[in-house]
């Protein structure tokens, strides 16, 4: 007889993964065109959960309205990461790329320790549990899982829709020979990074209303975000979409039959066998 609570799991670990899939979306983006990886990207996450619990807490300003100002703020802070931190690098061994962005990750934590202390703070909202026939279901990952369907559609239309989009696809193709062909690629790499922390902002709008957070909440999710980015094959959104789903059913379903500390430690697991099987990722072109 199939267990109920089985399929529970099941549908709950495709509503996790359309989290852990906005979260590599825009990570995938950036490392797509700009070939470097964001090490701190979660912390970009951060920085967009604390600006609405400021502004929705403490100074009552609507919840939209603050997750909208979010956003920006992030998209602009993906700008700043780019200009004042990997443009110097962009020449430099990967090794020096990682190093500068891991840093960007411990300088932003110990900012955010010092600025907001190491309280877990919340908005304080109760976010609604569907059920449906005996299951129970968080409205808030429900919401997550349509805006990452949503998120995603919008992004291929406009990569593969609009001029700048077309521009984004080839510069991740041919660095060398964009230039020639009339495309500022210092124009695209400022674009693709402000849409990358754009969706870090979307990504944070999302958390906020499922998780505390705290100065090491990139601890949570930035190992996890970048292990769906390789699995998927770096750079390949379609893929990284469809890796946060299988990982998300390793720590669905893995916790269902154990704990959901077992959960995650089989999803690491599969990602440390499929590194063996196939080192560029499942889904690598």
């Known amino acids: 007889m199939f267990d109920i609570f089985l399929l529970e799991a099941v549908i709950n670990g495709v509503l996790l993964g359309g989290v852990l899939a906005l979260l590599a979306l825009g990570l995938n983006l950036v490392f797509g065109v700009i070939d470097v990886v964001w090490i701190c990207y979660a912390e970009l996450v951060m920085v967009g959960m604390y600006t609405i619990w400021w502004l929705f807490v403490h100074y009552g300003v609507p919840l939209p309205i603050a997750i909208a100002a979010a956003i920006a703020l992030v998209s602009l802070c993906g700008v700043a990461l780019h200009q004042l931190v990997i443009r110097p690098v962009l020449g430099t061994p990967p090794i020096n790329q990682l190093l500068v962005t891991g840093g960007v990750l411990f300088f932003m934590q110990a900012a955010a320790t010092l600025a907001f202390g190491v309280e877990f703070r919340n ?52 660095r060398e020979i964009m230039p020639l062909m009339g495309v500022d690629p210092r124009k695209i790499y ?17 958390l906020a209303l499922q998780y505390d957070v705290h100065p090491a909440i990139g601890l ?66």
Do not use: H
């Open 123 to 174: 908005l304080g909202l109760r976010m609604p549990i569907v059920e449906v026939s005996d299951m129970f279901f968080s409205f808030a990952r429900i919401l997550a899982f349509g805006t990452a369907l949503v998120g995603v559609l919008v992004l291929w239309l406009f990569l593969t829709r609009t001029y700048l989009g077309t521009a984004i696809r080839a510069i991740s193709q041919d």
């Open 190 to 206: 400022l674009t693709t990074s402000a849409i990358g922390g754009g969706m870090a902002g979307v990504a944070a709008s999302l």
């Open 220 to 285: 949570s999710f930035g190992p996890i975000t970048f292990m769906i980015c390789v699995l998927g094959g770096l750079g390949n959104m379609a893929g990284g979409f469809i890796a946060a789903f299988v990982f998300a059913q390793f720590i669905s379903v893995g916790g269902f039959y154990f704990q959901i500390e077992w959960g995650y430690v089989l999803a690491f697991a599969f990602f440390i066998v499929m590194m063996f099987v196939k080192p560029q990722g499942l889904f690598s072109r």
